[in-house]
């Protein structure tokens, strides 16, 4: 049999969380490489507006890991989910309507935000990695397309839409984890980043509770 003497690959995320090297997979050999700052410049993605946003200050102290603040009872309380809407609208998208992805800290606040967002009158969906990939599909479609009745506003998830997903319509991104990682702070960031028709920017809101060590992974 033909034993090919080279392997081509292509990626948008070569850097990875789990410790797997896909560089060592190519014996090191980089063809061709652009980072996020280029290919901006390139005009290659879409325009980002970033915004760090502290989060709710709740009986004198701010959801922050460093002082035990994040427990699920604040994380999902009435006030911090008008705080979110109320910086949602005022930060706003490009576009005729919404067509939102919301990253959280685990499947239970993913779950119960979703539900008190869709009291107020939104409409979302939650999706974590056991959905099969029908539902995954049917709930995109639901947010990008505009000629569906049960259109969404917004998916919750944990980290399923991290990488591999293209969702060209995506038009604010909302990050309520503490993103201590740059490789997944640009993994996230980057489902807002393709370019769709009549989408000029996208809009990114990051939460920060450990507003000092989060600051620095956008810069």
């Known amino acids: ?38 290919a ?43 705080y979110i809407l109320k910086m949602a609208k005022l930060y706003g998208y490009c576009g005729e309507r919404v067509k939102g992805l919301i990253f959280c800290s685990g499947k239970e606040e993913a779950m119960e935000l979703s539900r008190k967002f869709n009291e107020r009158g939104l409409f979302t969906e939650f999706l974590y990695g056991a959905d099969s990939q029908e539902r995954r599909e049917d709930c995109i479609d639901r947010l990008v397309n505009d000629a569906r009745e049960d259109y969404l506003d917004y998916i919750f998830t944990i980290d ?40 000029e920017y996208v809009v990114v809101l990051d939460f920060i509770g450990n507003y000092m060590n989060n600051f620095m992974i956008p810069i």
């Not at 410790?19 to 014996?27: A, Q």
């Not at 319509?169 to 370019?195: A, C, H, K, Y």
Request: with cysteine.
């Open 1 to 38: 049999y033909f034993k090919p003497k080279f392997w081509l690959g292509m990626t948008a995320s070569p850097d990875r969380t789990v410790g797997f090297d896909i560089y060592k997979v190519f014996d090191h050999n980089i063809a061709y490489e652009i980072r996020l700052q280029q």
């Open 40 to 82: 901006l410049e390139e005009d290659f993605l879409c325009p980002f507006h970033y915004f760090g946003i502290t989060d709710l200050e709740i009986n004198g102290e701010i959801l922050d890991d460093t002082n035990g603040v994040r427990n699920f009872s604040m994380l999902v309380c009435e006030e911090r989910v008008d």
């Open 160 to 199: 399923i839409f991290n990488e591999g997903v293209d969702i060209p319509e995506i038009n604010q991104v909302i990050m309520l984890r503490p993103t201590e990682s740059p490789i997944v702070f640009i993994q996230q960031l980057g489902r807002g980043l393709r370019r769709s028709e009549g989408k």
